[in-house]
């Protein structure tokens, strides 16, 4: 977007689209919460008529923000999709187009927790349907403004990434994602960076410490006073300071900095808290998601 991220001209206009199964339904219910107009299903053939819904309370108070989540898995669905995001532009909107992702495992898990099948399963097998989905939707990934992997995440920690980026207030020019996590878990998909704290000694064997977690000052003190721990701050926060400059120059509004340790509890909680509260300014809203906290 030319503002900040979900503004569009006066108002704002997002559209949510995804994999089957990565959180859709969870990220509307969050932004319908904090005032965002939501449609469910709509066809790509209706998003000129609800843009022009938002134009007539532009100029007011009470301007709506629209959210849209499309279901584009259909291919005769694409052309339709193109034209209309050109018709908002043509109407002087800028789309912003976030998708949901997530690991074909997770997502066969999710699946099989609710016992439904895939929307294009077909006669085949669960994992024939992602797929299947995932070839469709390969092109449209690519356009997002926003990616966002919900793999390793349940649906309150999936509400508390997406919140900070549709907040009703003025948002910061930057929203960064402080993303901690466990590196048997697998490594994020949506991150911009990573970071390995496995060069600290870990906490683990320590046994009065074992059983807290990077939050707790008696484990974050113990992380942040081995050797290199404030080195490494240090070189981080002057590393991210041409980077975060550059995104904001470049129009970029969200980014995801991920730090791993082996099971995501100790040091890289320790360490993403930390660098939290060093990179925050007053251009740059930094916020946490402690991804695998509580999975051992």
Known sequence: MTEDAGTASGADFVIVTGMSGAGRTTTANVMEDQGWYVVDNLPPQLLASMADLGNQTRDTVDAIKIAAVVDVRSKQFFAAFDGAVQQLREKGWTPQLVFLDATDEALVRRFESVRRPHPLQGEGRLLDGIQNEREVLRDLRSRAQIVIDTSGLNVHQLARKVSPLFGQNRAPSL??????????????????????????????????????????????????????????????????????????????????????????????????????????????????????????
Request: proline residues 5%; hydrophobic residues 40%.
């Open 175 to 296: 929203r960064l994602a402080l993303l901690s996590f466990g590196f048997k878990y697998g490594v994020p998909l949506d991150a911009d960076f990573v970071f390995d704290m496995r060069f600290l000694p870990n906490p683990f064997w320590v046994p009065e410490l074992r059983n807290l977690d990077g939050r707790d000052p008696e484990v974050s003190n113990h992380v942040l006073g081995q050797d290199g721990a404030e080195e490494f701050l240090d070189r981080v926060t002057a590393l991210m300071e041409p980077v975060t400059r550059g995104y904001l120059s470049e129009g970029r509004r969200y980014a995801t900095l991920a730090v791993g340790c082996t099971g995501g509890k100790h040091r890289s909680v320790a360490m993403s808290e930390a660098l939290a509260e060093r990179l925050r300014t007053d251009r740059i809203d930094t916020f946490l998601v402690h991804r695998d906290l509580g999975r051992e």
